[in-house]
């Protein structure tokens, strides 16, 4: 129920999946509606700071599942080769593009030299600030890296639907209950 095995993810695999695609759309939706606000709109300093701490907590949680990733064995991946070698390659794009959107994202708000504050708990520093052109720059990745990233999270859903409704696969009961099923 824990741990992963060849027939599926475990428990802690399975919320912090969940947890990040809740994150993920939640940070785009409030990303892309907090770029339409004005100056005295009251929603103007709030809405970044809210972005900001989510999207420091995503990155923990993705450094986290990450490493758990990495200490677990992975269940075997269900379709043709050439299906099972896009889902890898997919997977691994997914990482790659959110710690690029939070890299991204670190580097706008930082570029100022001041740290972001996460919740009011804590204060992540500015590592690095004062680049040429950093936050305008950083600004653009982010932008760009979002929508590529949730344009990938929509494929990988469809794909997950496929395998379940198409293939008759237990793709997608894997990623709800721990242990998964020993069919395919």
Not at 29 to 38: A, P
Not at 95 to 116: K, R
Not at 118 to 125: A, Q, T
Not at 132 to 152: K, M
């Amino acid at each position: 129920m824990w741990r992963n095995s060849v027939h599926g993810w475990g428990l802690p695999s399975i919320l912090l999946h969940w947890l990040s695609a809740v994150l993920v759309v939640s940070l785009f939706v409030l990303g892309w509606w907090m770029t339409g606000l004005g100056y005295y709109d009251r929603w103007y300093q709030l809405a970044p700071w809210w972005h900001k701490s989510l999207g420091l907590m995503l990155l923990g949680l993705t450094l986290l599942r990450l490493a758990w990733r990495l200490s677990q064995p992975t269940p075997e991946a269900h379709g043709v080769s050439w299906e099972r070698m896009l889902a890898h390659a997919g997977h691994g794009l997914l990482y790659v593009l959110l710690l690029t959107v939070m890299l991204s994202g670190y580097l706008i708000s930082t570029a100022e030299g001041q740290g972001i504050s996460v919740f009011g708990v804590f204060e992540v520093p500015a590592l690095l600030s004062g680049l040429p052109r950093q936050a305008t720059l950083a600004g653009e990745v982010h932008w760009y890296v979002a929508w590529a990233l949730i344009v990938l999270a929509v494929g990988h859903t469809l794909a997950a639907v496929k395998h379940h409704i198409l293939d008759r696969r237990d793709t997608l009961r894997r990623m709800w209950w721990p242990g998964g099923s020993r069919r395919q």
